[in-house]
T-cell receptor, first 111, second 115 residues
Framework: SQQGEEDPQALSIQEGENATMNCSYK?????LQWYRQNSGRGLVHLIL?????REKHSGRLRVTLDTSKKSSSLLITASRAADTASYFC???????????FGKGTMLLVSP | DAGVTQSPTHLIKTRGQQVTLRCSPK?????VSWYQQALGQGPQFIFQ???????QRGNFPDRFSGHQFPNYSSELNVNALWLGDSALYLC??????????????FGPGTRLTVT
């Protein structure tokens, strides 16, 4: 079964705006990762945040992690049409060496 | 340096048939994981192979089986196909580390349609 839930399920914004996606998970984790998927193709790894980290940046991406609330957020700043994709959070659990994905957020960025 | 490759890209099968999907890991990787992604859902872990053995398994029936070869490539076999097996099947490779291989590289997937 899937571990987490992303919120919102779908998000539609204009180019240049920021997009924020949230993710919740249920059990303790070693790290949490965010992936992007274009049109039902393979997954592209975006960023990994470890359980002892609270915030991480990579280019236009900012990820936060709140282990007390078992939640994470992904912020994409100054969005572009090319950011249109589905975004998934995936948790890595101690003792179970694989990823557990949420259901994803579909992001549509209009020119 | 080739990334993860999967074959075939698309496949159409009839209910009750059997199917084999193939995956070649990224160069230097020795661990292969398989995921099933139904339409509109996130990927679900099927199983993971390392040193030619199944190391972890998700909540999938025995109809799903796999194999890893000495060159680290892998196959996913599904017997007695159901309509519900229609999905995108993703292969991910990683380099084994004690405690887990965090960074997994995904292939483009095989789209299986069961009619």
């Amino acid at each position: 079964s899937q571990q987490g839930e992303e919120d919102p399920q779908a998000l539609s914004i204009q180019e240049g705006e920021n997009a924020t996606m949230n993710c919740s998970y249920k059990t303790s984790i070693n790290n949490l990762q965010w992936y992007r998927q274009n049109s039902g193709r393979g997954l592209v790894h975006l960023i990994l945040i470890r359980s002892n980290e609270r915030e991480k940046h990579s280019g236009r991406l900012r990820v936060t992690l709140d282990t007390s609330k078992k939640s994470s957020s992904l912020l994409i700043t100054a969005s572009r049409a090319a950011d249109t994709a589905s975004y998934f959070c995936a948790s890595w659990h101690s003792g179970y060496s694989t990823l557990t994905f949420g259901k994803g957020t579909m992001l549509l960025v209009s020119p | 340096d080739a990334g993860v490759t999967q074959s075939p890209t698309h496949l159409i099968k009839t209910r009750g048939q059997q199917v084999t999907l193939r995956c070649s890991p990224k160069s230097g990787h020795d661990t292969v994981s398989w995921y099933q992604q139904a339409l509109g859902q996130g990927p679900q872990f099927i199983f993971q192979y390392y040193e030619e053995e199944e190391r972890q398994r998700g909540n999938f029936p025995d109809r799903f089986s796999g194999h890893q070869f000495p060159n680290y490539s892998s196959e996913l076999n599904v017997n007695a196909l159901w309509l519900g097996d229609s999905a995108l099947y993703l292969c991910a490779s990683s380099l084994y580390r004690p405690g887990g291989s965090y960074e997994q590289y995904f292939g483009p997937g095989t789209r299986l349609t069961v009619t």
